[in-house]
C-alpha cells in the first residue's frame, strides 16, 4: 500500500463548479499535512498547510481527519487558473524531522 | 526576497556518467531537501542537510550523495548514471527541521541520462 494515496483523475469541472479531492495516508504518526498545488512541468507551490481543527484560505477549504486518516481539499467558485495538479503531502515522521511524502498528485482541468 | 534558485535548469549526460546539482535555499531558511520526480509521479524524498549535515535519507542507493555549505546552500551529486535517473530533481528549503515547518521549492533541473 502506497504511503499517500490520491485519485488521479483528471477531475474535469466547469468554471464556477465547487470541487473536492481526498487524500488517504498509511502512517497513522504522521504529524502535519499539506496541500500543493503543481502546474505543468513546473515546481510545487504550498496551497497550504492543514491543521487538525480544518483550515479555509479564500476558496480553498482543508480538512482533517485523523481517525480515517484522510485529507480533503474543497475548491469553491472553480477559475481557469486552478488548472492544476493538486499534491497530497504528508510528513512521514514523528520525529523532529521532516520527511515530506508526496501522493502521486490529482489533475483538476477547469473549463469555460 | 530570493527563493529558491538551482542549475543548472537543464541537463543531458550519459550513463555512467557524474552529475552535480546546485541549489541556493530561500533567504532566511538553514535546511535544503532534495527531491526526484519522476515523469507522472509525485516527488520522492532523496535527503535533507540542516548544519551541513544529512539528517534523513529516502531510499536511494549510496550513488545519491550530497553536500550543505556553511552559506546553506546545497548540491546533489548522482554517481554512475542510469538511464532511470532521468527525472526532474527539486530542491526545497525550510526555516529549520522541524515537522511543522513548510518547504518551499526551486524550479528544479531536468535531468536526460542517454
Known amino acids: 500500500r502506497k504511503e499517500v494515496e490520491q485519485d488521479p483523475g483528471p477531475f474535469n469541472v466547469p468554471e464556477g463548479a465547487t470541487v473536492a479531492f481526498n487524500c488517504t495516508y498509511s502512517?497513522?504518526?504522521?504529524?502535519?499535512f499539506f496541500w500543493y498545488r503543481q502546474d505543468c512541468r513546473k515546481e510545487p507551490k504550498l496551497l497550504m498547510s492543514?491543521?487538525?481543527s480544518g483550515n479555509e484560505d479564500g476558496r480553498f477549504t482543508a480538512q482533517l481527519n485523523r481517525a480515517s486518516q484522510y485529507i480533503s481539499l474543497l475548491i469553491r467558485d472553480s477559475k481557469l487558473s486552478d488548472s492544476a495538479t493538486y499534491l497530497c503531502?504528508?510528513?512521514?515522521?514523528?520525529?523532529?524531522?521532516?520527511?515530506?511524502?508526496f501522493g502521486t498528485g490529482t489533475r483538476l482541468l477547469v473549463s469555460p | 526576497d530570493a527563493g529558491v534558485t538551482q542549475s543548472p535548469t537543464h541537463l543531458i549526460k550519459t550513463r555512467g556518467q557524474q552529475v552535480t546539482l546546485r541549489c541556493s535555499p530561500k533567504?532566511?531558511?538553514?535546511?535544503v531537501s532534495w527531491y526526484q520526480q519522476a515523469l507522472g509521479q509525485g516527488p520522492q524524498f532523496i535527503f535533507q542537510?540542516?548544519?551541513?549535515?544529512?539528517?534523513q535519507r529516502g531510499n536511494f542507493p549510496d550513488r545519491f550523495s550530497g553536500h550543505q555549505f556553511p552559506n546553506y546552500s546545497s548540491e546533489l551529486n548522482v554517481n554512475a548514471l542510469l538511464l532511470g535517473d532521468s527525472a526532474l530533481y527539486l530542491c526545497?528549503?525550510?526555516?529549520?527541521?522541524?515537522?511543522?515547518?513548510?518547504?518551499?521549492f526551486g524550479p528544479g533541473t531536468r535531468l536526460t541520462v542517454t
Open positions: 526545497a528549503s525550510s526555516l529549520g527541521v522541524g515537522r511543522l515547518y513548510e518547504q518551499y
Open positions: 502512517n497513522s504518526a504522521s504529524q502535519s
Open positions: 492543514v491543521y487538525s
Open positions: 503531502v504528508v510528513n512521514g515522521l514523528n520525529t523532529g524531522f521532516q520527511k515530506l511524502v
Open positions: 533567504s532566511g531558511h538553514d535546511t
Open positions: 542537510y540542516y548544519e551541513e549535515e544529512e539528517r
